[in-house]
């Protein structure tokens, strides 16, 4: 046995085990049920033992499942909706509670609203087949797509659609351009993600998209 080989792959089984840890972190309070059911498949980590001849076979084993659950976790993290859905528009509303602009009383707001210009491209915030893309009453020209592990996102008030339903669309996709269609005050767009017809704060996942970003995901 070469202890600077046995160290080396130690090594990369530590980077690993805490690359894991770091997107298992990360992706917590997005998708809970999802971050649960990862970590009970992907049962690394541990103390190191002292290097012996022994158990030299153990820790390339160990080095070998860390890798392989990094990359089922990379691959699950990867198609929850995390990207923006558009580029360089500022968000001009933020979910929850908030002064309808037409009934002018408090009402909730269940998603985001980005600011931007006119026909700004609207792209997809992860993999996913579209549902629907077509006019849905306040909402105007939306597109909805579904997504891995039950998330579903809206993208409303669009000045065209650009997808059709059936279409299998990759993160970065783009799906249609900003309009002001529907219930809407002027060109932005509205957009939502949704787990099992109920809402969640889309600032959390653009939150926890820009940390997975940052480790190179």
Do not use: C
Request: aromatic residues 6%; positive net charge.
């Amino acid at each position: 046995m070469d202890v600077e080989s046995t160290a080396a792959i130690d090594a990369i089984t530590v980077a690993t085990e805490g690359r894991i840890d770091d997107i298992l972190d990360i992706t917590r309070k997005i998708a809970p049920s999802v971050n649960t059911a990862l970590r009970k498949k992907t049962s690394v980590g541990g103390p190191f033992l002292p290097i012996t001849d022994e158990n030299f076979p153990q820790r390339i084993e160990r080095a070998s499942n860390a890798l392989n659950a990094l990359r089922r976790i990379k691959f699950t993290a990867l198609r929850l909706p995390v990207k923006r859905p558009i580029k360089n528009g500022s968000v001009s509303s933020s979910y929850g509670p908030r002064v309808d602009p037409f009934l002018g009383r408090l009402a909730m707001h269940t998603g985001t609203d980005f600011k931007a210009p006119y026909g700004a491209r609207v792209y997809s915030t992860a993999p996913g087949t579209i549902l629907s893309a077509k006019w849905q009453g306040g909402y105007g020209k939306m597109v909805e797509i579904r997504h891995a592990n039950g998330f579903v996102t809206r993208y409303a008030h669009l000045s065209r659609i650009r997808v059709s339903v059936g279409d299998h669309v990759l993160a970065g996709d783009l799906i249609g351009n900003v309009g002001s269609t529907g219930r809407s005050t002027g060109p932005h767009l509205h957009y939502e993600i949704r787990r099992n017809e109920k809402p969640s704060n889309p600032a959390s996942f653009l939150a926890a998209g820009e940390k997975l970003a940052a480790l190179s995901l």
